[in-house]
């Protein structure tokens, strides 16, 4: 029953901005860091940016200066606001829950983000 559910993919052009919504359901969503995975044709997926639940972040040196991570405890939502993209950002993107201490860890479906002109 938990679940996560990612909207707000699409396509943009080159150098446009998307936000990508992650909801999440059925668990203690507090007790989770939260995370930003990506999957390109052809590739390993690949972390993209962590949040902790007191709002602390990590971020992979692709998307360093153009992507933000964010959480809303009350809505139990992370966010992903990403900026100047481009075209080897095209991947379909992941939401992931990992539990701060437990051995506990959930995907969502992915959403498909295409960058191309």
């Known amino acids: 029953q938990v679940q996560l559910v990612e909207s707000g993919g699409g396509l943009v052009q080159p150098g446009g901005s998307l936000r990508l919504s992650c909801a999440a359901s059925g668990m203690i969503f507090s007790f989770y860091s939260m995370g930003w995975y990506r999957q390109a044709p052809g590739k390993q997926r690949e972390l993209v940016t962590t949040?902790?639940?007191?709002?602390?972040?990590t971020y992979a040196d692709s998307g360093k200066g153009r992507f933000t991570i964010s959480r809303d405890n009350a809505k139990n939502t992370v966010y992903l606001q990403m900026n100047s993209l481009k075209p080897e950002d095209t991947a379909v993107y992941y939401c992931?829950?990992?539990?701060?201490?437990?051995?506990?860890?959930?995907w969502g479906q992915g959403t498909q983000v295409t960058v191309s002109s």
């Open positions: 992931n829950a990992n539990h701060r201490i437990r051995n506990l860890q959930y």
């Open positions: 949040i902790t639940p007191a709002g602390s972040t």
